[in-house]
């Protein structure tokens, strides 16, 4: 299973800047990172394309950034610095209230960029705060930084209510996670402390508790640390 994801990765990393189909984009994404970087920047990258530096997924289709809400507006100066265009009027998907989120094009290749990315369903809010990043080196040692794959798992499957097909990715997330192992477990178990972590920080009347079923799985995996 190692091997597998190894080996995928490998082939991923190298298809980013030689195939036709990712070269565009693997080019665009070395740009930002290096602008980003210059400009002290905190961001990480999430998603498909999270999955796809990790060879846990072959495939993606455009960029869900995440940024730290204390650097947006760098973000956006850089973003648009580059001839990126941000959609300030964004209405965000349906389950989606985060405080930031504007969805955003540079050379015909999509954007999301998002701050303290926030899901309401199951009748619960979870909301992912950028602590952690995990680095991937990528050709020129151009360092790229990833959330945790325990903060993927999560907003994959707060997202299965809203989108069945998520479910997908949630459990290729999950079965990442059980062959490489919990590298993170201050994601999962900040996401287990729930109401007790953030109603003080962002009210009292919402449900911060994670779905009893979500709650198991990640008790699951924390036990076998």
């Avoid at 050709?139 to 809203?162: C, F, K, S």
């Avoid at 490489?180 to 953030?198: I, M, N």
Wanted: negative net charge; hydrophobic residues 40%; charged residues 30%.
């Amino acid at each position: 299973m190692l091997q597998r994801y190894d080996f995928l990765k490998a082939a991923n990393e190298a298809s980013l800047f030689s195939s036709d189909k990712f070269r565009a984009m693997g080019e665009l994404m070395e740009e930002l990172c290096s602008a980003l970087a210059a400009k002290g920047v905190r961001w990480a990258v999430s998603m498909s394309f999270g999955l796809f530096l990790r060879g846990a997924h072959d495939h993606f289709n455009d960029f869900d950034l995440l940024i730290d809400p204390r650097d947006t507006a760098k973000f956006e100066a850089v973003f648009e610095s580059l001839g990126g265009t941000i959609n300030h009027e964004t209405i965000q998907k349906p389950a989606f209230t985060s405080p930031y989120y504007k969805e955003a094009e540079m050379r015909g290749v999509k954007f999301d960029l998002i701050a303290d990315i926030t899901i309401e369903t199951y009748g619960t809010v979870y909301r992912y705060e950028l602590k952690e990043v995990e680095w991937f080196t990528l050709r020129h040692d151009l360092n790229i930084p990833v959330i945790p794959a325990e903060g993927q798992y999560i907003l994959y499957y707060m997202m299965t209510a809203w989108e069945a097909r998520r479910v997908f990715k949630t459990e290729i997330t999950a079965a990442y996670l059980k062959a490489k192992g919990v590298k993170f477990p201050d994601v999962f178990k900040r996401a287990l402390e729930g109401t007790e972590l953030y109603s003080e920080k962002y009210g009292k009347e919402t449900n911060w508790q994670l779905p009893e079923d979500l709650r198991l799985r990640i008790a699951g995996m924390l036990a076998e640390l």
